[in-house]
Nanobody
């Protein structure tokens, strides 16, 4: 069974930092694209950042230059370093993976972790 489990969410003050982790079990995502998404009550799911197997990254304009997505070499853990946090970063954050070779569509999803940023 392929599973993604997020951790590292919690509360932070505006301007602070948090680091999210996503552990992959049952499979090593060596040829899958990986990504972080977030959802709030007001907004539907928003793509936050993605990373390809070669390490190419993309970021939403709202988080560019503040968040950093990365993976460990074994491709078993995905990370999101969130700096200069703002109240509008408050959301449930999900990690996701495509099928192998970055096939279109985000196929595997974690259950999410809550991030709350207070002003």
């Amino acid at each position: 069974q392929l599973q993604l489990v997020e951790s590292g969410g919690g509360s932070a003050q505006a301007g602070g930092s948090l680091r999210l982790s996503c552990a992959a079990s049952g499979h090593t995502f060596t040829t899958n694209c990986m990504g972080w998404f977030r959802r709030t009550r007001e907004k539907e799911r928003e793509e936050v950042a993605t990373i390809s197997p070669r390490g190419t990254t993309t970021y939403a304009p709202s988080v560019k230059d503040r968040f950093i997505i990365s993976q460990d070499n074994a491709k078993k853990n995905l990370y999101l370093q969130m700096n200069s946090l703002r109240p509008d970063d408050t959301a449930v954050y999900y990690c996701a993976a495509t099928r192998p070779l970055c096939a279109p569509g985000w196929y595997y999803w974690g259950r999410g972790t809550q991030v709350t940023v207070s002003s």
